[in-house]
C-alpha cells in the first residue's frame, strides 16, 4: 500500500520504517530540512535500537523515501499518517498546530479519496477539528474530493519502539461509522493485517473513545509511578524496603509488576505533557480531574528529591564540591533529553556552587545541546562532559545515578571507591544492593530504600 508519514520524528520514523518492513511504499515528510537531509544521506537523526537496520535495508529495497515536498507527500500516500508533535500549549493543553497545519496541507492538494490518521496523541474532538480543517481546504478550492479522519493512537515506548510497533499488544481503530469511514476501515484493517497473523490485536472503536483511550492509558501508567514515588518517601520514613513492597504488591495479577518503579520522577515527551493535557480537558468540560493533579505535583516534587538528600548530606551549599553524574536521558536506550530527570539536578547542583561531571553512553550531543539553552554560560562552564563512567567519577565528591542503563547496573564497587574522593553514591532508580555497598562502606542514597 501507498503510505504517507507526515512528521519525520520519533513516531513518524518508526511507524514509516516498520510499515516499509511489512511491504509498503511509504513516503516520510518533514518541514525539518536538517531532519530530511540526514536520513537521505543514510543517517538516522535519532537513537532508536534497531532502527536504523530496518531503514537501510527498506531504503535499499526502494520502499522508504524521504522528502520536504507537501505536494508529492500528499499526492503518494492513499493512507496519510499525521505524526507531528502536540506539545504543551501554555495553559498546558494540546498546541495543535502542527496537526492543523498538516491537516490543510492534505485538504490543499489532495485529488482522490485519503484516509488520513491521526497518530499524534491528540485530545478529544481532534479527528472532527482535523476533518473541518480539509474540508474547509478543499471548499476554498470548489474541490469535492472524499476522505475520512481515523484515529489511531500510538503506544510505543521509546528505547524499545520498533519491537513495540512490530509486536504490539493492541491497535486501537477510530473510525467513523458513514460510507468513508468504513472504507477507510477496510483499508486500515489491510495495513495492519500482517500484525493479526497469531492474534488479533485489532480494536475498534468510535474516534473519541480512541483519542481517549491514548490520554487513559498514559495517565494510569503516570500514576502508578507517581503512587509508587509517594510509597517510596513513605517507606524511607517507615523503614519499609519500597523494592520489597513493589514485588510483594506486583504478584497480585491484579495489580502486575509493571509501571511500578519508583525513581527520581518521570520525564519523557509524553507523560508530562499528556498528564497537563487531560487535566486541561477536564478544566473545559467542567470537570475536575483531581488525582491527576496530584500525579502531577508528585512528579514535579520527585523530580526534587535527590537533590533534597545531597543537600541534606552535603549543606546548602555545594561551592567546591564535584558530582559525577551517570546517565543523562530520560530512560535508557534512547537519547532523548525531553523533561529528563537529570536537567533538574544537574541544575540544582550547578545553581548551588558545584561542579558536574556527567556521562551518558548516548545522550552527550542532545545533552550538550538542550543544556545550553537550560543554564547560564556560569553554570555551564561548571558542566563537563566525559567519554565514560569512569572518568565522570574520578575526584568527584560523591556518584549520582539518573537513568538505568544497564552497562551501569553492573558496578565495580572497589574500583569505583578509588575513583571518588568520598565514598557516597545518590541513586535515582535504585540499582544497586544497599548491603553490598553498606560492606564496601559507601554512604548509599536510595529512593525509599535507605532507613
Ligand atoms: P517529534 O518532535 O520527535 O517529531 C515530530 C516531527 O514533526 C518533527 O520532526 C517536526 O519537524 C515534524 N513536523 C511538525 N510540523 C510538521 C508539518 N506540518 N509537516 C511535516 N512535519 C512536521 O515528536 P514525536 O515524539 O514523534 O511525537 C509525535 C506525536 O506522537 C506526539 O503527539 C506524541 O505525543 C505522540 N507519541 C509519541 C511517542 C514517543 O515515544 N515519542 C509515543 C507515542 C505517541
Ligand atoms: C510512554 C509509554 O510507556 C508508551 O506506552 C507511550 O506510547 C509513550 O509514553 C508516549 O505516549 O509517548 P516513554 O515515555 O517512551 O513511553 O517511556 P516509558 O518507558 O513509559 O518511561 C517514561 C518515564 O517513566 C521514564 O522517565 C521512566 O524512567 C519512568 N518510569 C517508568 C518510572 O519512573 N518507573 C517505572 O516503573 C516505569
Redesign the pocket.
Known amino acids: 500500500m501507498k503510505i504517507t508519514i507526515i512528521g519525520t520524528g520519533?513516531?513518524g520514523l518508526v511507524t514509516g520504517a516498520c510499515l516499509a518492513e511489512i511491504g509498503n511504499d511509504v513516503l516520510c515528510l518533514d518541514v525539518d530540512a536538517r531532519k530530511i537531509a540526514i536520513l537521505e544521506a543514510g543517517g538516522v537523526p535519532i537513537h532508536e535500537p534497531g532502527l536504523e537496520g530496518v531503514i537501510a535495508r527498506n531504503r535499499h529495497a526502494g520502499r522508504i523515501r524521504f522528502t520536504t515536498d507537501i505536494e508529492a507527500a500528499v499526492a503518494h500516500g492513499d493512507i496519510q499518517f499525521i505524526a507531528v508533535g502536540t506539545p504543551p500549549d501554555e495553559d498546558g493543553s494540546a498546541d495543535l498546530q502542527y496537526v492543523l497545519a498538516a491537516a490543510r496541507n492534505i485538504g490543499r492538494t489532495m485529488s482522490d479519496f485519503k484516509v488520513v490518521v491521526d497518530k499524534s496523541?491528540v485530545p478529544v474532538g481532534t479527528a472532527a477539528r482535523v476533518r473541518d480543517a480539509i474540508a474547509a481546504e478543499l471548499r476554498a478550492r470548489g474541490a469535492d474530493v472524499p476522505f475520512s479522519v481515523v484515529s489511531n493512537?500510538?503506544?510505543?515506548?521509546?528505547?524499545?519502539?520498533v519491537e513495540?510497533f512490530m509486536r504490539p499488544d493492541r491497535i486501537v481503530l477510530g473510525c467513523d461509522d458513514d460510507a468513508n469511514g468504513r472504507r477507510a476501515l477496510a483499508l486500515m484493517k489491510q495495513l495492519y493485517s500482517p500484525f493479526n497473523r497469531n492474534h488479533e490485536r485489532t480494536m475498534l472503536m468510535d474516534v473519541r473513545s480512541a483519542e481517549f483511550t491514548?490520554y487513559a492509558?498514559?495517565a494510569m501508567?503516570?500514576t502508578?509511578?507517581s503512587f509508587?514515588?509517594e510509597l517510596a518517601n513513605l517507606a524511607e520514613r517507615v523503614g519499609a524496603d519500597i523494592e520489597a513492597v513493589r514485588r510483594g504488591i506486583g504478584s497480585d495479577p491484579r495489580i502486575g509488576y509493571?509501571?511500578?518503579?519508583?525513581?527520581?520522577?518521570?520525564?519523557?515527551?509524553?507523560?508530562p505533557k499528556?498528564v497537563q493535557a487531560l487535566v486541561r480537558t477536564g478544566d473545559e468540560h467542567g470537570h475536575r480531574l483531581q488525582i491527576l493533579r496530584a500525579v502531577e505535583a508528585v512528579n514535579d516534587a520527585q523530580k526534587q528529591v535527590l537533590a533534597q538528600k545531597i543537600t541534606a548530606h552535603f549543606g546548602e551549599r555545594l561551592d567546591d564540591l564535584s558530582f559525577a553524574v551517570w546517565g543523562l536521558a530520560?530512560?535508557?536506550e534512547?537519547d532523548?533529553m525531553r523533561?529528563?530527570?537529570s536537567r533538574v539536578l544537574v541544575r540544582a547542583l550547578l545553581q548551588r556552587g558545584a561542579r558536574v561531571r556527567a556521562f551518558d553512553p548516548v545522550a552527550v550531543d542532545e545533552a550538550r545541546r538542550v543544556f545550553a539553552l537550560d543554564l547560564t554560560q556560569e553554570e555551564s562552564a561548571r558542566l563537563d562532559f566525559c567519554d565514560s563512567r569512569e572518568a565522570a567519577a574520578d575526584g568527584a565528591d560523591a556518584l549520582v545515578v539518573l537513568?538505568?542503563w544497564k552497562a551501569f547496573k553492573s558496578l565495580d564497587a572497589a574500583d569505583l571507591k578509588e575513583r571518588l574522593r568520598r565514598p557516597v553514591i545518590f541513586d535515582g532508580?535504585n540499582l544497586y544492593d544497599p548491603a553490598v555497598l553498606a560492606r564496601e562502606g559507601f554512604d548509599y542514597f536510595t529512593i525509599g530504600r535507605t532507613h
Not at 493512537?153 to 519502539?161: D, H, Q, S, T, W
Not at 509493571?258 to 507523560?271: E, H, K, N
Open positions: 520519533y513516531v496523541t493512537p500510538e503506544f510505543l515506548k521509546e528505547g524499545a519502539a513495540d491514548k492509558a498514559n501508567l503516570a502508578r509511578i509508587m514515588n509493571s509501571f511500578l518503579y519508583a525513581g527520581c520522577g518521570y520525564g519523557g515527551s509524553c507523560f499528556d530520560f530512560k535508557p534512547t532523548d523533561e529528563a530527570p537513568t538505568e532508580r
